[in-house]
């Protein structure tokens, strides 16, 4: 089960009544009303990424189902077990519903895929990603702006990235070796939320195997002051065992502080760390992770540190 698709913002616009309820306190939020009541009243407009006809269409045994009253809704179903199961419930129209998704990124790492569109088998990378990608393990790109941004992902296998980028580009074993950014989330909090599958947060990257100027280490959320807490990304749905979080440098150059009874981890620059900033906080990671490093033997030479 998992409520990652949930967009706090898009469902108290659409319901006033709760918004009413969360301003009154008596809901600490939207998400807490829908995941309380809201999911079985039958409240569907929970985010401009998922769809209820357009799901119901696609899932006729679901819309079977809802009929029965087995699930409110079709969105009742796809978190408890649609999501797990790879289904999409992405509206019909338009050529990018999904705004996070980045085209160009699935593309580039995909070139059967630009074959597959230049020919008219699948309208988009999007499309395609949606019909058959996410089933087969494909990388799914999705990534916020230069401002303060929501990021939601979905898909077995993603890459979420809370700043503005143009383009990435992985080799067939997964590794990125290229990457366009238009920020480095300076001034941002971004919250970037995984998906039911193996989800790799990016805050920065290490010796990419580009021969352009973006080929050095490059850590995201970095203050203008010395320390400083006014850009972060905060993690949500980090998943044990499962999903990932990629910081520029070494691990040497962080520390992870746990924030007292809330169970969150706080990800810090060191005092020592050359990467620009010091004491700055990174990250913000909710839901008590038991975060490892995973590569302590080739972060130096990588220029990256991976924890999970």
Same mark, same amino acid.
């Given at each position: ?22 301003? %009154? ?6 998400? %807490? ?8 009243? !039958? ?21 079977? &189902?809802?009929?029965? !009253?087995?699930? *409110? ?22 050529? +990018? ?17 630009? +074959?597959?569109?230049?020919? #008219?088998?699948?309208?988009? /990378?999007?499309?395609?990603?949606? *019909? ?10 999705? +990534? ?14 993603? *890459?979420?990235? /809370? ?20 920020? +480095? !989330?300076? !001034? ?5 939320? /995984?998906?039911?599958? &193996? ?18 280490? $490059? ?28 910081? %520029? #440098?070494?691990? %040497? $150059? ?5 924030? #007292?009874?809330? /169970? ?27 975060? &490892? ?16």
């Amino acid at each position: 089960m998992s409520f990652a698709i949930f967009n706090e913002d898009y469902y108290l616009s659409n319901y006033p009544d709760v918004k009413e309820a969360v301003e %009154a306190e008596v809901f600490e939020s939207g998400l %807490a009303h829908f995941r309380t009541v809201g999911i079985t009243e !039958g409240r569907t407009l929970i985010s401009p990424a998922f769809n209820e006809a357009t799901y119901l269409e696609r899932n006729p045994d679901v819309a079977e &189902a809802v009929n029965n !009253g087995v699930f *409110q809704s079709g969105l009742q179903h796809f978190i408890l077990v649609g999501e797990a199961e790879g289904r999409s419930g992405i509206p019909i129209e338009g050529p +990018n519903p999904v705004t996070f998704f980045n085209e160009k990124a699935y593309i580039l790492s995909n070139l059967d895929v630009a +074959n597959a569109v230049r020919l #008219g088998t699948y309208e988009s /990378g999007l499309d395609h990603y949606q *019909q058959v990608g996410q089933a087969e393990g494909r990388i799914g790109f999705f +990534n916020g702006s230069s401002a303060s941004d929501v990021v939601t992902s979905f898909g077995t296998k993603t *890459q979420i990235y /809370g700043i503005g980028l143009t383009s990435v580009v992985v080799d067939n074993s997964g590794e990125t070796y290229d990457i366009r950014t238009t920020s +480095n !989330g300076s !001034g941002e909090i971004d919250t970037l939320i /995984g998906g039911a599958g &193996a989800d790799e947060f990016v805050l920065g990257y290490g010796r990419l195997q580009t021969t352009t100027a973006f080929a050095g280490v $490059q850590a995201f959320y970095l203050n203008s002051k010395d320390s400083g807490s006014d850009d972060y990304a905060l993690i949500r749905n980090f998943e044990d065992g499962k999903d990932t979080i990629v910081l %520029a #440098g070494t691990p %040497a $150059q962080y520390i992870l502080v746990p924030e #007292g009874s809330t /169970g969150n981890y706080l990800i810090y620059t060191t005092s020592n760390s050359n990467l620009g900033r010091q004491n700055d906080l990174v990250a913000v990671v909710e839901g008590n992770p038991d975060l &490892a490093i995973l590569n302590p033997v080739d972060a130096l030479k990588s220029g990256y540190t991976r924890l999970g």
